[in-house]
């Protein structure tokens, strides 16, 4: 077995870069790969003869101990904003971004740990203020991680590495603690708003039935843009607006991750075809969690939890009726999607939808009955879907997996609809966002996507068109579903 030791030694806050040096002591097999992902890699030196071969870089091991630095680009845009930054106050990024771990690691087991690696020490001579916030901690420059298993190895990826200068705010609830790290430029992070992000770790806190958890929250100001620092089971780290309704559903669909990572660290989950109903369950709560906040503070966010899932279901029927080759699929589908795009469809529209009408429809009398079942699941055996769901639906398990988990029947959440959610300008705006958001997941593997603006003159347009259009773009049954739920968009969809 052998040491990775790892030190990011420099950093250029022009070029928004990292350097980093590597070694690794006693590698026995005659080569050894290097997992590049997210790193953007600017340059790469090894004492032995090294190449690039796809998603890795292989090394002929000629050598013993194996000694290679690199220099990573940071500060990349993201959906988010930029991911991670590089500044003389301020160094954020996420262990995905700087990292090159081998991939023993990161195939290494959900239950033993690794047989081929004993630790993993980072080291930070980073010259500038520094409040240090890494996983692993052990001393302010230093990280160890012995023993390594799979879910510490998502951790080290996933984490927010952070440096510089930061206040503190604790609070101990029961045996868990949330620290909250900020940057003193956000003014408006006052008492009450840093009183309702502990009200919504106690949330989780409850429903995950968790004890000993410790989550540290590191709050960014605008960069000018907004800023992702990395989100892991423990660290999370982000640019924050209190205002900003958007940026407390991210925080809450976060915390969710956080909690379940802790409480069942298994790959199963980051891996299709599970991955949708783990970030189905994320953007469900994203919702619900905020519950949590209090009544003068959802008031200031003119929070509606009830209009965000009437806005996630019209952005679905939009979508799936308006280009059906592209957005007809079912979940259990995830394994063959190659389309990013269709993958945050699936992740962030879709799944959650499937959630709502599971917990609708068969958790009247127990609430929140996929997450308790979830937590009842054994640690010690791989997650079954099969199982999962049969113990929520019973003897209708077939049926609901024949229409919404292997097919792609329209799911039935019409009663989402209240008129008063959304005027007609609200709805073309909120459509306009939704298109730009599919234009920003799909321009990159096609680059001839072109999104539609819609307008309420264009609407009025198509109210006219539609009573002599023949096109139709689903069912008589489900166009008349349609109507009644919305008018507005059935005119949209009937005339596209």
């Known amino acids: 077995m052998h040491t990775l030791n790892y030190k990011i030694s420099h950093y250029d806050t022009l070029k928004q870069t990292l350097t980093i040096e590597a070694t690794f002591s006693s590698v026995t097999d005659p080569a050894l790969n290097l997992f590049k992902g997210k790193v953007k890699l600017l340059s790469f030196e090894c004492n032995c003869k090294a190449q690039d071969v796809g998603p890795y870089i292989e090394i002929q091991v000629t050598q013993n101990p194996i000694v290679f630095s690199y220099t990573v680009q940071i500060g990349s845009p993201a959906k988010h904003g930029f991911y991670g930054m590089v500044s003389h106050d301020l160094t954020a990024f996420a262990g995905e971004q700087a990292f090159l771990f081998p991939t023993t690691l990161l195939t290494s087991s959900s239950f033993t740990p690794s047989t081929v690696i004993k630790e993993i020490e980072i080291n930070y001579n980073l010259k500038q203020p520094i409040c240090t916030v890494v996983p692993f901690k052990k001393a302010e420059t230093t990280s160890v991680c012995e023993s390594p298993k799979w879910c510490h190895a998502y951790e080290l990826m996933k984490s927010s590495y952070i440096f510089g200068h930061l206040d503190v705010f604790e609070a101990t ?84 991750h956080s909690f379940m990572d802790v409480k069942l660290p298994l790959s199963d989950f980051h891996m299709p075809p599970q991955l949708w109903l783990t970030e189905g369950l994320a953007t469900y709560y994203e919702n619900m969690a905020l519950n949590a906040l209090d009544k003068s503070l959802k008031e200031k966010l003119n929070l509606n939890i009830a209009k965000e899932f009437h806005r996630l279901y019209t952005r679905y029927l939009y979508a799936k009726f308006k280009d059906p080759s592209r957005f007809s699929f079912p979940p259990m589908a995830e394994k063959q999607i ?90 073309i705006d909120d459509l306009n966002y939704f298109e730009y958001m599919l234009y920003s997941w799909f321009i990159l593997e096609d680059p001839n996507y072109k999104p539609a603006v819609l307008s309420l003159d264009h609407l009025e347009e198509r109210v006219t068109l539609s009573k002599h259009a023949a096109f139709n773009f689903a069912s008589p049954h489900i166009e008349n579903e349609v109507k009644t739920y919305s008018l507005p968009l059935y005119y949209l969809l009937k005339t596209l």
């Open 173 to 256: 609830i029961g045996s868990n603690t949330l620290h909250i790290y900020y940057e003193d430029t956000l003014k408006t992070l006052d008492e009450h708003i840093l009183n309702n992000m502990v009200n919504l770790f106690k949330y989780y806190a409850e429903h995950f039935k968790m004890s000993h958890h410790h989550l540290s929250l590191v709050l960014l100001d605008i960069h000018p843009e907004p800023i992702l620092g990395g989100c892991g089971s423990h660290i999370i780290c982000a640019s924050f607006t209190p205002e900003n309704l958007r940026d407390w559903q991210l925080l809450a669909h976060r915390m969710f």
């Open 338 to 427: 190659r389309s990013a795009g269709q993958l945050e469809f699936l992740h962030y529209t879709h799944a959650p939808l499937v959630v709502k009408y599971i917990e609708d429809t068969f958790g009247t009398s127990e609430p929140h009955i996929m997450l308790r079942t979830l937590l009842n699941f054994s640690l010690c055996e791989p997650f079954s879907l099969q199982v999962f769901f049969t113990k929520i639906l019973g003897q209708q398990v077939h049926t609901f997996a024949r229409h919404f988990l292997f097919g792609d029947d329209t799911l039935p959440l019409w009663y989402l609809k209240t008129p008063e959610h959304f005027t007609p300008q609200e709805l």
